[in-house]
């Protein structure tokens, strides 16, 4: 259907990647890791040079976040997807609540159903549909997802918890980019391929000292067996003298670090309005065109990182992504493959910019209406 159709030169985006994840990495933070040349890749993570790196990081990510001062930035390979395991046998007493809109969110939960010793239960919306947690008596766990990347919804409010409670928060892809109030929250995390403009494979976890203390009594339990590369201890041990427990990918936390630079220089509040005035762009076009539409309804909880924009069933939007990847202009705007849906999933992460995301909007509207 679009074969024919080619980008005009004018509304070519200066870069092609507009990917939920893995997400733009400046060209300039490649290049400046390029330039350390032999004093960070191919040395000791346990060493200074590196855990400067690694300091720097936790310290940027805490002045960003404005965190209290007796949170803790624990670091760690294998991801939000790891993490999911390590929370359920190492967090999680015996009742989570796991609040679910989507793939990932339903993902932590199936991660944690089946380990034998706890009983998770589960609020569940139709994907699309957005939801905010609350808190469920008798839970000693909520669990929910700050950005549904699979749906593009965001939660909006957080409830309080009790002392024998804790909160937690997939960040994943909304982290550094939509707000929480940080005192609500005892477990918040991502991976840093989203706004964070890193590498995959690697975690940052945001501990309250009642997260810390759930982690270290449960670690005291003799009959729960964690293993090794699962235990919050190494974890918590080792992010405390800016290292991870075994060997990480130094670039991953190289270009974390100044990604977290980048935001700081601007602050959370500046970086946040400017993922409000991409949002506004993108589902104001959704919603001048008859042939597209906000695929989340309900206008509060449409993403400020990822907007999902379905398209008239007369077009397909698979077609048209495949057509901008050839020529190299527009690469990763498909929907959630196991979403099915005829749509545009597109990052408004931080390094998207306004007018790459106006440029794409542009040339989306003109391969269609030429269709
Ligand atoms: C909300 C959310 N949670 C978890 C994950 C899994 O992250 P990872 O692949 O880094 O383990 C993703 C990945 O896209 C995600 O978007």
């Avoid at 009742?95 to 089946?114: L, M, Q």
């Amino acid at each position: 259907m679009f074969e024919s159709f080619k980008v005009p030169k004018h509304l070519i985006p200066s870069d092609p990647r507009f990917g939920v994840g893995p997400s733009l990495i400046p060209i300039e933070a490649v290049e400046k890791l390029a330039k350390t040349g032999h004093e960070l890749l191919g040395t000791s993570h346990r060493r200074e040079a590196v855990r400067k790196v690694v300091q720097e990081m936790q310290e940027g990510l805490k002045a960003y976040f404005k965190l209290p001062a007796d949170y803790e930035v624990v670091i760690g390979n294998g991801g939000a997807t790891l993490l999911w395991d390590m929370i359920g046998l190492g967090l999680v007493e015996k009742n989570p609540h796991h609040f679910v809109c989507g793939e990932f969110s339903d993902k932590w939960y199936r991660a944690n159903k089946n380990i034998p010793w706890i009983n998770p239960e589960i609020t569940k919306v139709e994907f699309g549909k957005g939801i905010n947690p609350v808190y469920k008596t008798g839970a000693d766990f909520i669990a929910c997802t700050l950005n549904e990347t699979s749906t593009g919804v965001m939660l909006t409010e957080l409830p309080e918890v009790p002392q024998d409670c804790l909160l937690a928060i997939d960040a994943t892809s909304g982290a550094g980019q939509i707000k929480i109030d940080f005192k609500k929250s005892d477990l918040y995390y991502f991976s840093p391929q989203k706004v964070f403009a890193s590498e995959g494979g690697f975690y940052v976890a945001i501990m309250s000292p009642k997260a810390i203390e759930r982690a270290q009594k449960i670690a005291k339990e003799a009959n729960r067996f964690i293993p090794e590369s699962f235990k919050w201890s190494h974890a918590i041990e080792n992010s405390r003298q800016n290292q991870t427990y075994n060997t990480p990918a130094i670039s991953t936390i190289f270009f974390l670090n100044e990604q977290v630079k980048l935001m700081n220089k601007l602050g959370e509040d500046a970086v946040v309005k400017e993922a409000q005035r991409k949002a506004n762009l993108m589902y104001g076009w959704a919603q001048s065109k008859s042939y597209l539409s906000p695929f989340i309804a309900e206008e509060k909880f449409r993403s400020l990182a990822v907007a999902t924009i379905d398209l008239d069933e007369k077009y397909k939007a698979d077609d048209l992504a495949l057509a901008l990847r050839a020529q190299g202009v527009v690469y990763d705007i498909d929907a959630y493959r196991k979403l099915g849906r005829n749509q545009f999933r597109i990052g408004l992460f931080h390094n998207v910019s306004y007018e790459n995301l106006e440029k794409l909007t542009q040339l989306i509207s003109l391969a269609i209406e030429g269709a």
